[in-house]
């Protein structure tokens, strides 16, 4: 089982980047999933997730009106769309999956069972 993230890079604030989290070796149509992101010397920290069926979401207060989360339950992905990056987006953002089925999500990194590698995002000011 292996979550791939893609699409991270270095944007000067205020533009936008779009992440994408590609599952591979089981499906996850039928589970919640989850983008977390961890910046050096901080906990990671919830950035949004997304029910199993795509119906409902769940943002952080710091990316509130500026990330949308959204999935392809078909082609197994979930992206995560950035605008209005600040420096302090500046972080390792990693994709999460539940193992269990028809879930609406969590905001605690411990209720995910899969994780990817992360890929860097880095706001310059």
């Known amino acids: 089982v292996q979550l791939v993230e893609s699409g991270g890079g270095l944007v000067q604030a205020g533009g936008s980047l779009r992440l994408s989290c590609t599952a591979s070796g089981r499906t996850f149509r039928s589970s919640a999933m989850g983008w977390f992101r961890q910046a050096p010397g901080k906990e990671r920290e919830i950035v949004a997730f997304?029910?199993?069926?795509?119906?409902?979401?769940y943002y952080g207060d710091s990316v509130k009106g500026r990330f949308t989360i959204s999935r392809d339950r078909a082609k197994n992905t979930m992206d995560l769309q950035m605008n209005n990056l600040k420096p302090e987006d500046t972080a390792v953002y990693y994709c999460?999956?539940?193992?269990?089925?028809?879930?609406?999500?969590?905001?605690?990194?411990?209720?995910?069972?899969?994780w990817g590698q992360g890929t860097q995002v880095t706001v310059s000011s």
């Open positions: 997304i029910s199993w069926n795509g119906g409902s979401t």
């Open positions: 999460a999956a539940e193992s269990r089925a028809y879930g609406l999500g969590y905001a605690q990194a411990n209720q995910y069972a899969y």
